[in-house]
């Protein structure tokens, strides 16, 4: 790979719905900004499981996994990503979490290894800033 | 008198695209024949309302979604809103019953109870309802690819408390093309879906006849991103492609015309919100008259569910909520709902506590009973700017329902993504309005509260038990039915799904046997395969 060609490529993002949760409009939000920040975007459709995220992960070899939820089951769905990229050897993975999360489960989603968690209303410009500065292109 | 000039004003724009003057006079409004256009209260073409004397027959129904957990809790839940003066039931499932996932199946995992009740069998059914009087409440089932199944589970439990299907009122959701639209629970392609949805249609029209086989949401659709002009028109799409399926199979209009229900959207600008029910309640009589030749003037009457309006309350300072609510609630009785349930202050972020249920309820009711808004019909006709903007959202409604025709109606434009694709990128502005602060909201990007406990909220404490206790609930179930009639009720449905028969009696033969809601999903699933979402982000 040349030095161009390395400069040219793009941040690469999986923008996730895991279980059964059909509230999308988040995610999709999500999926317009990063595009006109200049990302390339997958956007898994809904009802995905944790097994399946991980493989368009690892398929389409993506820098970031975000996952969107809004059913309440936040805790237990990204426990249980977090444990499957680490028996694929997917840690160098950024995972960001947002959705109707609780201020008071923040620190346990850090926990299991989440790198970034952004609630319900959080600043979109924030959250690219966020991919960009530790995703180096 | 005021120095301002016009042109020092700021800009007002309605999120449907219309203008608004700093005032509006006789001129606005002297094209308007009000014989023709606005007419009376209960008569074509039903603008200010689809009942002669609307509220001061009969307040509004209130209907505040409701369920968790498991039947037994959900029972508790609705006998308590019943004593507190709550006048119809609005049932919530949770996310596998609503996608047709028994308790014990893997992608339940963390699920069961969560969002609404469990339902597995007609077991659980039976609990939710015992003692609750079906032949004198109306029930509001919230549950669409899989609403034959809770249908036909709903008729076997009313045939045990005694009351016959003549006598049941109440609605199944049912309204297949807006999951594909917003709140994602389709299961099937579309074809076979809406085969269902006629099927329910076919059936209810001959032994059902006070039930609503199904309730054509805009709210959902706005809630997702759509403009109110949009929400309207895009639910009259909706509902004219069901309208033009069941027809094909020999059914008259006026069969079941007077059955099809709405669920409309409240947040938002006041006047825009009035003027959109005014224009669509016109709109619709003219559609289902003029376009579909009906004769009986039931079945042209916009009959709805009004209010909810979650898209507008926020997760910051959520007592606002609670005031948010009430305007909703008279924007609601401004409009001549039939129906009306409110978003609790709480349910940003988690199932209602039993004090945001009750708060919820008494807006409804201080409204009915203390400031006057049933004393009198559509009180705002007549009104220079209500008469003008109602006119500019019939434009607008129409404008939207061309576009989609365009696209080769509803299906069409479903199954391409095209409305996905228009909706979720006008959230996308919407929320960068949000952030920019161009669209102000109270607490959120105007004055906003510096105060850590102004973000701080009671959460509905999730149980883990009561998944485990309804997989053994299900389990018990299993073991104490016949099994071979099961088999045999399962297979006959699926034959009958593989032709064009009706699969209502073959869902209630399955139902009554306690075929489980899983077992009679999956036998759909083998005949008719799955949905594929189509991914569509070009803009």
């Known amino acids: 790979m040349n030095a161009n060609e390395h400069l040219s490529k793009k941040v690469k993002v999986l923008i996730a719905k895991p279980g059964l949760d059909g509230h999308d409009r988040g995610a999709k ?13 997958i956007y898994s459709g809904l009802h995905n499981t944790i097994d399946e995220i991980v493989d368009t992960a690892l398929k389409e070899n993506v820098d970031v996994i975000g996952m969107s939820i809004y059913s309440g089951a936040h805790l237990s769905l990204s426990q249980k990503l977090m444990a499957l990229l680490k028996e694929k050897g ?10 109707n999360i609780p201020q008071q489960d923040i620190e346990a989603l850090k926990d299991y290894g989440v790198n970034g968690v952004f609630p319900t209303g959080a600043n979109l410009n924030e959250i690219v800033t966020f991919i960009n500065e530790r995703i180096k292109k | 008198m005021s120095n301002s000039k016009p042109e020092e004003l700021k800009e007002v724009i309605l999120e449907s695209g ?11 409004i002297k094209n308007i024949d009000f014989e023709k256009e ?16 609307m509220y001061r027959k009969r307040p509004w129904t209130m209907r505040q979604y409701s369920g968790f957990a498991g039947a037994k809790e959900t029972n508790q839940r609705f006998k308590w809103l019943l004593e507190q003066g709550q006048t119809a039931l609005n049932v919530a499932f949770d996310l596998p019953t609503q996608l047709g996932l028994d308790s014990d199946d893997p992608r339940a995992e963390g699920e069961v109870g969560r969002v609404g009740m469990a339902i597995d069998s007609l077991k659980d059914l039976e609990d939710a309802f015992e003692d609750i009087p079906i032949d004198k409440i109306s029930t509001s089932l919230t549950i669409n690819p899989v609403a034959s199944v ?9 045939e045990k408390h005694g009351v016959p299907w003549e006598q049941i009122r109440g609605t199944t959701q049912n309204d297949i093309l807006k999951e594909y639209v917003g709140r ?37 659709i706005r809630e997702s991103g759509a403009t109110p002009a949009q929400e309207m028109a895009y639910a009259f799409e909706i509902a004219i492609s069901y309208i033009e399926h069941i027809l094909k199979r020999g059914l008259k209009i006026d069969d079941f015309a007077g059955r099809i229900a709405f669920n409309f959207d409240i947040h938002g600008n006041l006047w825009e919100q009035v003027a959109k029910f005014r224009a ?15 004769k009986n003037p039931r079945s042209m009457t916009l009959r709805m569910i009004a209010g909810g309006g979650g898209g507008g309350l926020t997760i910051e300072e959520p007592e606002n909520n609670i005031v948010r609510g009430a305007y909703y609630a008279l924007i609601s009785a401004l409009s001549g709902t039939q129906t009306m349930a409110l978003c609790s202050y709480d349910e940003a972020y988690t199932i209602p506590s039993k004090k945001a249920a009750k708060i919820s309820l008494r807006t409804m009711q201080i409204l009915a009973d203390e400031m006057g808004l049933c004393d009198t019909v559509d009180p705002l006709a007549g009104s220079y700017y209500i008469e003008w903007l109602t006119n500019e959202m019939e434009k607008k409604i129409v404008e939207w329902m061309e576009k989609v025709e365009e696209k080769g109606g509803m299906i069409k434009a479903v199954e391409s993504g095209y409305i996905q694709e228009d909706v979720s990128y006008q959230a996308y502005l919407y929320e960068k309005g949000i952030q920019s602060g161009e669209i102000i909201k109270i607490g959120v990007n105007k004055y906003v509260s510096k105060e850590e406990e102004d973000r701080q909220v009671e959460f509905h404490p999730f149980n883990l038990d009561a998944a485990e206790n309804q997989k053994k609930r299900l389990k018990e179930v299993k073991a104490s039915r016949d099994q071979k009639s099961v088999s045999q009720a399962l297979a006959e449905l699926k034959q009958a799904a593989q032709t064009n028969e009706n699969v209502m009696p073959y869902i209630l033969k399955a139902v009554k046997c306690y075929a489980t809601l899983g077992e009679i999903t999956d036998i759909f699933k083998q005949v008719f395969g799955e949905f594929k979402e189509p991914a569509a982000f070009h803009k």
């Open chain 2, 38 to 53: 606005v007419g009376q209260p209960g008569e074509y073409p039903f603008t200010r309302g689809i009942h002669p004397q």
């Open chain 2, 18 to 28: 219309i203008k608004v003057k700093p005032v509006y006079g006789p001129e606005d």
């Open chain 1, 29 to 41: 939000v999500i999926v317009h900004t990063l595009k006109d920040a200049g990302m390339e975007v």
């Open chain 2, 184 to 220: 994602g629970t389709w299961i099937f392609p579309v074809e076979p879906s809406i085969r269902l949805i006629a099927d329910m249609v076919e059936f209810c029209s001959k032994n059902v006849p006070k039930f609503n086989p199904f309730s054509v949401c805009g709210y959902h």
């Open chain 2, 150 to 158: 809770m249908l036909a589970m709903y008729l076997v439990v009313a």
């Open chain 2, 280 to 294: 669509g309640r016109r709109l619709w009589a003219k559609i289902i008259k003029e376009r579909f030749g009906a």
């Open chain 1, 90 to 99: 997917l840690t160098d993975k950024l995972v960001l979490v947002g959705g």
